[in-house]
């Protein structure tokens, strides 16, 4: 696929969910947005961006040569680790490391006191799919055995003679010295061209064995995956679009090319949810909202994320299902409960919601076609929330069949219970599942919620959010336009970005400038080339440097910041107080003075500027609001169905405050406001929920 801009004028985002494709398409003439979605095609994914692609053009009233990019947000990397059957990866490693997967970390879940109940799980690679190499390194890189490429050369011809194709290589201590691995690769390519191989040494240069063992056999083992995916994408675009530049979505919070990513597919592992927390970081600097909590609630579940100061939570600890995965990601936690969640009866008599999903085929019981189990969208039909058809009428809605549902799962319950007393149940358990992610993604870092504002977006989060805020006390819940999607429009609003680290640890007495500095001065040339490849011109690339560090004796350490520029005789310094003052923040504690530090990884992330769309102003209007109430109808709250005022939300202008209950429709969402609160419109459409016993001026 191309790399170099085009000169079309139209930017097309696109985010693939469990159930829907969401596109989002900005002119940069003439700053219009357009959204749609399109139903997602789970058994080639391809298909459904391509009809999406071909949607947005003729909304735009363009055609492929006035396509400028095309950024994608993918969750082909999760699903093939969460869903694929793990079977065929194989190993190679260093003699007498064989059993490093077995090994692991000295750590169970939940301490030691689960230690008699907690089954280690299964190895990603079996045994007998580990292979032993003859070779050894230091810690410094320097060769203290050289490598038997005999050897290398008996594994390669076992690991083809079993018909294992994706391959990680692991070599001790290959962070520091490349050379192994990369001479293994090159084995590989004459003894089995066929091998799909990850080296550690490309994929996470950095010490801690069984961690870089990981990342590497789950980057081998999605790469396949990957390719397969962006081959079928460049098949289905055909010729008017298969030369346009298509950039994919990192997990770090920035777009690279295609090519690339073929090459370190890992990076991709929470494309999409990574896109959306970038977009609600874009729409809380614009509602004047520094820490936000964004929910995320799709067809299959919430991807819940903390922004401090504006900014993501980053994290390099963190995991796809049970595998550590440790490269530069948003830290976004995940809960398993969106529209498509199916309520079931547990065997202990209790009702259930998710994690189980009716997904986008058959869908909840309400779709055409849809499923035999009622679901949150089936139990918000039932209650009146919702309209007779979803995504401007695309998919009627049959409430009759959701109450059907729901009255067979109160039957089993055994209790007399009304339709709509169930499935306000299924809502409110809904809810606190919800509720309950945040919590521990706040409360457990003694974060309070109630200092946050909640950010509500995906096709099923504004019908709840507005509860979800009440329930933990929080300052509001702000809705943005098109709020299904927003992580769509997060694909256009992020820079390019490349990662790059070196493990050098190295005690503070040992550090020096002039080594420091050519350290950084080559992961820079890295990044600038990286960057590059992909057209971005020198001008317009930016470089941040960080570096992990901790106190001598510590396992763990603390990213931080490093100075930039050239560095002279207080650059140390400045990063051993950027430690201090990170760690005091972090733990509550420092030890300035008292205990010595060290610098164990440097860090630098290349960033290459892209144009950000922009969200328009409102016109100012003295329009009345009630202009835009397209109907009254029952909606069921509290136990009993009150009449209320449903509007169209385009026909909203800036300004406009409406007392709760209310329910607000749009393309591709529903707002329902919870009474006992209201709703404000602010200049640039979004919505901002409160509870109408909070002032303003404490809000504020």
């Known amino acids: 696929m191309a790399q170099q801009q085009s000169a079309g004028h139209v930017r097309v985002g696109i985010d693939t969910g469990g159930t829907f494709t969401d596109i989002v398409s900005v002119d940069t003439d003439s700053g219009a947005i357009n959204v749609t979605k399109v139903a997602s095609t789970p058994d080639n994914p391809a298909i459904g961006l391509v009809r999406g692609i071909r949607e947005i053009l003729e909304l735009d009233a363009a055609d492929d040569k006035d396509i400028s990019v095309i950024c994608h947000g993918t969750t082909v990397a999760t699903n ?50 580990v292979h032993e190499v003859d070779e050894r390194l230091n810690f410094k890189g ?29 070599l001790l201590h290959a962070y520091a010295n490349a050379e192994h691995e990369q001479r293994v690769r090159n084995i590989f390519a004459d003894e089995y061209p066929e091998a799909v191989l990850s080296l550690s040494s490309d994929v996470l240069p950095e010490y801690r064995e069984y961690e870089r063992a990981i990342t590497t056999l789950v980057d081998a083992f999605v790469k396949p995956y990957m390719s397969r995916y962006l081959g079928n994408v460049h098949d289905e675009l055909g010729p008017g679009l298969r030369d346009k530049p298509f950039l994919v979505m990192q997990s770090s919070g920035g777009v690279i090319s295609a090519d690339q990513v073929v090459r370190k597919p890992i990076t991709t592992a929470l494309s999409g949810p990574a896109a959306g927390a970038l977009g609600a970081a874009v729409i809380a600097e614009i509602a004047g909202f520094d820490n936000v909590v964004t929910l995320d609630a799709g067809g299959t579940s919430t991807d819940i994320c903390l922004i401090e100061d504006g900014e993501p939570n980053i994290t390099n600890a963190a995991s796809v299902g049970p595998f550590p995965v440790r490269l530069p990601m948003i830290d976004i936690r995940t809960v398993g409960t969106g529209g498509g969640s199916i309520a079931w009866i547990s065997r202990e008599g209790d009702l259930k919601v998710g994690p189980i999903s009716a997904g986008a085929v058959p869908g909840p019981m309400c779709y055409p076609d849809g499923g035999d189990q009622p679901t949150i969208t089936d139990a918000n039909l039932v209650l009146g929330r919702l309209p007779a058809a979803l995504i401007g009428g695309g998919i009627g809605l049959d409430v009759e069949h959701a109450r059907t549902g729901i009255a067979k799962l109160a039957d089993e319950l055994g209790d007399p219970i009304s339709v709509e007393a169930l499935a306000e149940g299924i809502i409110e358990i809904a809810n606190w599942n919800q509720a309950n992610m945040i919590r521990q993604m706040t409360i457990q870092r003694g974060i309070d919620p109630r200092e946050f504002v909640l950010l509500s977006f995906g096709g099923s989060g504004p019908a709840q959010s507005p509860a979800v805020m009440e329930l933990l006390g929080m300052h509001a819940c702000i809705v943005p336009p098109n709020p299904g999607n927003l992580s769509a429009f997060g694909l256009l609003a992020v820079d390019w970005r490349t990662d790059h680290i070196v493990t050098r640890v190295s005690h503070e007495d040992e550090l020096e400038v002039g080594e420091v500095a050519a350290i950084y001065q080559r992961l820079e040339a890295e990044a600038a080339d990286t960057l590059t490849r992909d057209g971005i011109d020198l001008a317009h690339q930016s470089f941040v440097r960080q570096a992990d560090i901790r106190y001598v004796g510590q396992s763990m350490e603390v990213r931080v910041n490093a100075p930039t520029g050239a560095l002279g005789p207080d650059s140390l310094a400045e990063l051993s107080e950027a430690f201090h003052a990170a760690h005091e923040r972090t733990f509550g504690y420092a030890y300035r003075g008292e205990q010595k530090i060290e610098v164990v990884n440097f860090c630098l992330s290349g960033f290459g500027a892209t144009e950000r769309p922009e969200l328009p102003t409102l016109p100012a209007s003295d329009a ?21 005022a449903v509007y169209d939300r385009t026909g909203l202008p800036a300004g406009t405050c409406i007392e709760g209950p209310a329910v607000i429709e749009e393309f591709g969402s529903t707002t329902v406001v919870f009474p006992g609160q209201n709703v404000t419109v602010d200049p640039h459409g979004i919505l901002v929920v409160r509870q109408t016993e909070i002032q303003v001026e404490r809000i504020a």
Do not use: M
């Not at 969460?82 to 003699?95: C, E, K, M, P, Y």
């Not at 490598?147 to 294992?164: F, N, P, T, W, Y």
């Not at 835009?628 to 209320?644: E, I, K, L, M, S």
């Open 142 to 170: 320097e060769v203290l055995k050289p490598l038997d490429e005999d050897s290398v050369r008996s594994a390669a011809r076992d690991l083809k003679q079993q018909g294992i194709t994706a391959i990680g290589v692991c």
């Open 80 to 129: 093939a680790l969460l869903q694929g059957q793990i079977d065929d990866l194989g190993l190679v490693v260093t003699g007498g490391f064989r059993h490093i997967l077995e090994i692991a970390r000295q750590s169970v879940p939940d301490g030691y006191g689960n230690s008699y109940f907690w089954v280690k799980p299964e190895r990603i690679v079996p045994l007998h799919r």
């Open 624 to 644: 009345d609001p009630e202009a835009a109430r397209t109907q009254t109808r029952p909606v069921f709250f509290a136990g009993a169905f009150r009449d209320t």
